[in-house]
């Protein structure tokens, strides 16, 4: 493999530096898209589809028009018209057509937010309803293969005869796995604020990405984009539910046009699950064959989902099974099956989540049936190249991760029993791919001795700011306080949304680019700056996006104690560990953050996150957080994250690799790992709950 392992003497990148934005962010000084609501603005609400499938008959909004404060009801007879838009989720309030249970069917505007909810509960739209299925099943009859999966990924892939030596293996493990839905539930709801000033646009929202805000704006209101400005200073997270535009700001651009004031449209929680994008839920089933030495013989992963009618998303799960480990035969396929549900999104590690859950829980019980262990099996797998591709990869010490892990972990396949609680420890291996895009930004020197780096880059809670002006500080070789940096407008440089895990790595090459070509011109300038300093420009543009000869990935390895109650099937994490290998880290402070964010999200998932699609209404059951459950404080007592300095100088000019999602990649098959070590009983569907596991354990003694 194309890397080494390094030890670096400490500068600006890698040390673990405060977030710039931190006290602005705990004293409440930090303004979010709401909160740039003018003082003669209004507000709005939605109203939402109370049938699964169907079209309006009519809408009556006369007691709602009634009320003190409204300003005005919209719905598809009086809405602005758009431009059809490419993404039939942004479709809002043009037709009678009802896609989904929740869909927006009106918007009430009024000068107060509680007037507009007022408004909002007198609406009476009339229906009529038609037969819907929100089901998921594995022998659907619409069920299809699609042509790719999400990011571009082909549905299929095969190599060799994988049903023929499966047959052949002298160890074989044919099992199924199910993931539910998941939803993002971003701190901060979705949420815009739109003032038309003449011939302009001026738009504050929670978004991850802006340019692309602006551009699908443009394309809506058929309007030039240099009359667009889109900002999102600061975003309270978003976990791929705010990588691309999203209702909220189209309806308020809408209520801005149609009443003539400045409108912010803060979506209520109760929503979100049905408007914003979810997890679509994964069907797995996993076959494994081996020899008796515990070599892999063939993997196959075959994945069945859903996806809305009105729009194509196939959650890409059985992708890492092409990455992940040395077999000669394998097969991983999609299915997918339109229903009458919302439209299905990205979630934090869409694909890589849920397809390692499965991957991880099916090597597990392949070394139960082996006899091994688990961590060995996984080293005994271990490829020279990418399995599928067959490129070198540019850096793998997924070996290293899980034998540092297991050290500082104190691994150990005893179980032991404390009263009712049975404690066992589980493993899991992770990965995600490194992705970069094309960046912009750009870098000015000033007489004061001070320098401002420009980028529209977006900070999403992740430390963005501070990151790139270490970026920056190395590369110019100042110190890090002499740099500031500008971003979250489409005012600046244009860059790509903070998504994929990505964001870092394609901002931070573009002002590294520019850093170093304005550190080049200033050791040529002679004399005294001029009054607007110097400048410099990057564009990565055919560097970001060339083609690479190797397979790039970051990789993990996860280990959990858990404690089972015997008697009330209740599951505590003890202790959580990953171990990365990640590329060079930029700030020890914020990625170890970042880390143990996706770990309590994986240990979410794993023990109390899931959605219900009712198949009565067509709703999803979980629609708030007091019903869809996400961890708290006690429930992670002890998460530690650590990783291996490790130099890749394939993927950018930093060797950086993303870090915001792997976290949450292995972290819940490492617990239901530990929960079946604990127990002897193996559960092969999420989440974890008390009544599942108190029936999986008194099943287990009938």
Excluded at 424 to 437: E, I
Aim: charge should be negative.
């Amino acid at each position: 493999m194309a890397s080494t392992l390094t030890v670096r003497s400490q500068t600006a990148v890698g040390a673990p530096v405060e977030r710039r934005e931190g006290r602005e962010k705990v004293t409440g000084r930090a303004r979010y898209a709401a909160e740039h609501h003018p003082p003669d603005g209004a507000y709005a609400w939605p109203v939402t589809a109370a049938v699964a499938r169907g079209r309006i008959r009519s809408v009556d909004a006369a007691r709602a028009l009634a009320l003190p404060d409204v300003i005005a009801v919209l719905t598809h007879d009086n809405a602005p018209r758009l431009t059809a838009p490419d993404d039939p989720m942004l479709r809002v309030l043009q037709d009678d057509r009802v896609p989904f249970h929740g869909a927006f069917v009106a918007l009430v505007v009024a000068e107060t937010p509680e007037a507009a909810r007022a408004g909002a509960a007198e609406v009476r739209v009339a229906y009529d309803a038609e037969a819907y299925d929100v089901t998921l099943r594995a022998d659907h009859p619409d069920l299809y293969e699609p042509e790719e999966a999400n990011a571009g990924y082909p549905a299929r892939t095969e190599r060799g005869d994988p049903e023929g030596v499966f047959a052949e293996s002298t160890v074989r493990l044919d099992t199924v796995y199910r993931v539910p839905p998941l939803h993002n539930h971003p701190m901060e709801p979705h949420a815009s604020t739109v003032h038309f000033d003449g011939d302009r646009l001026l738009v504050h929202t929670s978004s991850q990405g802006t340019t692309a805000v602006r551009a699908v704006l443009a394309a809506l209101l058929d309007m030039p984009e240099d009359r667009i400005t889109v900002t999102a200073e600061h975003v309270g997270g978003g976990f791929g539910s705010k990588g691309t535009p999203r209702p909220d700001v189209v309806l308020a651009v809408l209520a801005a046009r149609h009443t003539g004031r400045p409108v912010t449209l803060a979506l209520h929680r109760r929503v979100l699950p049905s408007v914003v994008g979810h997890r679509a839920p994964t069907l797995h089933r996993v076959r494994l064959g081996a020899g008796a030495d515990g070599r892999l013989t063939s993997v196959l992963h075959e994945v069945t989902t859903h996806t809305s009618r009105i729009k194509e998303f196939v959650e890409q799960a059985a992708v890492p099974a092409r990455v992940m480990y040395a077999a000669p035969h394998s097969r991983t396929v999609h299915r997918v099956v339109p229903l009458d549900v919302p439209i299905p999104s990205w979630m934090r590690a869409p694909g890589e989540t849920p397809g390692m859950y499965a991957l991880e829980s099916a090597m597990d019980e392949l070394a139960d049936e082996l006899g091994m262990d688990p961590i060995e099996l996984r080293i005994t797998n271990e490829p020279d190249t990418e399995p599928d591709s067959g490129r070198p990869f540019s850096s793998r010490h997924l070996v290293e991760c899980l034998r540092e892990g297991a050290h500082r972990f104190g691994w150990s396949r005893d179980r032991t029993r404390e009263g009712p609680w049975l404690v066992g420890q589980g493993v899991a291996a992770a990965t995600y791919p490194v992705l970069v895009s094309p960046s912009t930004a750009s870098a000015h020197a000033l007489p004061d001795g001070t320098f401002v780096v420009r980028v529209n880059a977006t900070d999403i809670g992740t430390g963005a700011r501070t990151v790139l002006a270490q970026i920056a500080a190395d590369a110019l070789g100042v110190p890090l306080e002499r740099v500031r940096t500008e971003i979250g407008s489409t005012a600046l440089p244009p860059a790509p949304l903070a998504g994929g895990s990505s964001g870092s790595s394609s901002w931070g090459w573009s002002v590294h680019g520019a850093c170093t070509r304005l550190a080049a011109a200033l050791a040529v300038h002679a004399g005294p700056l001029p009054p607007k300093g110097l400048a410099a420009h990057a564009d990565t543009t055919g560097r970001a996006d060339a083609d690479s000869p190797y397979a790039r990935h970051a990789f993990g390895a996860h280990f959990a104690e858990v404690a089972v109650d015997t008697v009330t099937g209740e599951v505590r994490v003890r202790r959580l560990l990953g171990m990365y290998a990640a590329g060079r880290i930029l700030n020890a402070r914020t990625a170890r953050s970042q880390f143990i964010g996706g770990m309590t999200m994986g240990l979410g998932m794993a023990l109390t996150e899931g959605a219900t699609l009712d198949a009565a209404f067509g709703d999803f059951a979980e629609c708030d957080l007091a019903m869809y459950h996400v961890p708290a404080h006690a429930d992670v007592p002890d998460v530690q994250a650590h990783w291996i300095d490790e130099e890749d100088p394939h993927v950018n000019p930093m060797g950086s690799k993303g870090i915001g999602e792997i976290g949450t990649v292995g972290t819940a098959a490492a617990i239901g790992n530990a929960v079946h070590h604990a127990t002897g009983v193996r559960f092969r569907e999420l989440p974890l709950t008390p009544d599942r596991v108190g029936e999986g354990l008194r099943a287990a003694t009938r």
